[in-house]
């Protein structure tokens, strides 16, 4: 532990510094304000003892300054000692940013009381900063899990839902058109009867990043809508656009090569619809939207597969 003693009486910050020697605290001295502070900057002291009247800069100015010095999160204790007795001086050095005000001659035993009572209320204070820290972190964490698919690591239902109610409702203001891609793979019953769950997993794993890749505008979102059904939103884009991001998204799927031996192609392979809209307040939701990409879909599986239909 570093203390930081501030006094302009030679005397009294010697005796002070010994005090504090003795509790085993080593003690840094200024005479002067400009002096503090520059080594309270330096040093950073886990304790400060302030004098009020010194030349240049007083206690009440230094501990105000220093208070400024303190970055997020941090505290140091500030224990004024002074000659000044009146309650009036008191209130001032408390509002300025001191935590104790004691009027000297302090007594030994005193100084040692308040500096081991300053201690307590750091430790306490510092156990609850990193307490903090920890639930932030978790809590980031948590929003990150419950945002993201468990298996493929790309946006899940409820991220996709939050995601294209507020895409809808961005759409209504700019009267923007807003596309969606819905993505089925395909005969991949029989391709997890086939090659087993595990590896059934692992196909969901490279289609997925396929989509993420695809769906490659800043705007653009990618997510597992359930099984082995993805879904991909395309803010601000019309429907040959968005057409021509699901050829893309398909061919990249067949140019992962993974064979399915019971599909037609051999290749594992993705159908997909297309829907576009321009949002309007009048339609309500984007219900429709996923509606029409479903039925597009569902042309895409009836006219053989492997195909993109609008
Ligand atoms: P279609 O071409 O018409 O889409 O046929 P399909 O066999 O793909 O369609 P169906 O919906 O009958 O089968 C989907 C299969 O996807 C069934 C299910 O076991 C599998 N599946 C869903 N979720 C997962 C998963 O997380 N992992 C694995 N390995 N398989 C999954
Ligand atoms: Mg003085
Ligand atoms: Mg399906
Ligand atoms: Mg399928």
């Known amino acids: 532990m570093k203390a930081l003693v501030i006094d302009d009486t030679l ?55 220093m208070r400024q010095l303190e970055r997020d999160g941090e505290w140091t204790p500030i224990i004024f000692l002074t000659a ?24 030994e035993i005193v100084l040692n ?26 809590n980031r964490e948590l929003l990150r899990l419950s945002s993201v698919d468990g298996l493929t690591g790309i946006s899940n ?34 391709y997890n009867d086939f090659y087993g769950h595990q590896t059934g997993d692992e196909c969901l794993r490279s289609v997925a990043a396929v989509l993420k890749e695809g769906a490659r505008r800043p705007a653009d979102m990618a997510a597992r809508y359930g099984g ?29 090569a993974i064979p399915h031996g019971v599909a037609e192609l051999g290749l594992v392979s993705i159908s997909i619809g297309v829907a576009c809209t321009i949002p309007r307040r009048e339609r309500g939701t984007a219900e429709q939207l996923l509606g029409d990409a479903d039925s597009a879909l569902y042309q895409a ?8 239909m609008p």
């Open 11 to 65: 005397t009294s910050s010697t005796v002070i510094s010994h005090q504090l020697r003795k509790m085993g605290i080593e003690a840094l001295t200024a005479a002067d304000g400009a002096t503090g502070i520059e080594l309270f900057k330096e040093h950073r002291p886990d304790l400060v003892l302030l004098d009020v009247i010194m030349p240049g800069i007083d206690g009440y100015e230094t501990a105000k300054r």
């Open 84 to 107: 000044r007795t009146n309650d009036e001086d008191l209130e001032r050095g408390i509002a300025v940013g001191g935590d104790d005000y004691l009027v000297k001659p302090v007594s």
């Open 113 to 138: 009381a308040k500096v081991r009572a300053m201690q307590r209320i750091a430790q306490m204070r510092y156990s609850l900063v990193v307490l903090t820290r920890r639930l932030d972190e978790a």
């Open 157 to 190: 239902r409820r991220q996709f839902d939050e995601f294209l109610q507020r895409e809808w409702a961005r759409g209504v203001r700019s009267a923007a058109p807003l596309s969606l891609l819905m993505c089925d793979v395909d005969s991949f019953k029989q």
């Open 228 to 256: 082995e059904e993805f879904a991909v939103i395309l803010p601000d884009t019309a429907l040959d656009g968005a057409l021509q991001v699901a050829e893309e998204l398909r061919l990249g799927v067949e140019a992962l």
């Open 301 to 308: 599986k009836q006219s053989g597969r492997n195909r993109v």
